[in-house]
Nanobody
């Protein structure tokens, strides 16, 4: 079993920044592709960003492109999501998702096998 843990959410004013982290553990030798999704009440889970297992490919939704940056950290199977120029519409629960290696495209939540419990991001206007 793989455990997924997010951290770094919080409350910030519009225009501010937050950095989310996600660490996956529990599978020896596993190399994970990892993605971020967000959800607000009454809406479906929305793709935000993803990075493949090697770090060679990154994906962003149009709504966050140019403001968010996903990167792999030096710690194994850990990624960060740097969120700048935050807007009130970025508010939601952010979930980290993990798949071992993974397909070429990582924007569909159905390709992921493991999920974290989520971290709340609130952007005030």
């Amino acid at each position: 079993q793989v455990q997924v843990a997010e951290s770094g959410g919080g409350l910030v004013q519009a225009g501010g920044s937050l950095r989310l982290s996600c660490a996956a553990s529990g599978r020896a030798g596993g190399t994970f592709s990892m993605g971020w999704f967000r959800q607000t009440p009454g809406r479906e889970r929305e793709f935000v960003s993803a990075i493949n297992w090697s770090g060679s490919d990154t994906f962003y939704s149009d709504s966050v492109k140019g403001r968010f940056t996903i990167s792999r950290e030096s710690a194994e199977n850990t990624v960060s999501l740097q969120m700048n120029s935050l807007k009130p519409e970025d508010t939601g629960v952010y979930y980290c998702a993990v798949v071992v290696f993974g397909p070429p495209r990582l924007t569909d939540y159905n390709v992921y096998d493991y999920w974290g419990h989520g971290t709340q991001v609130t952007v005030s206007s």
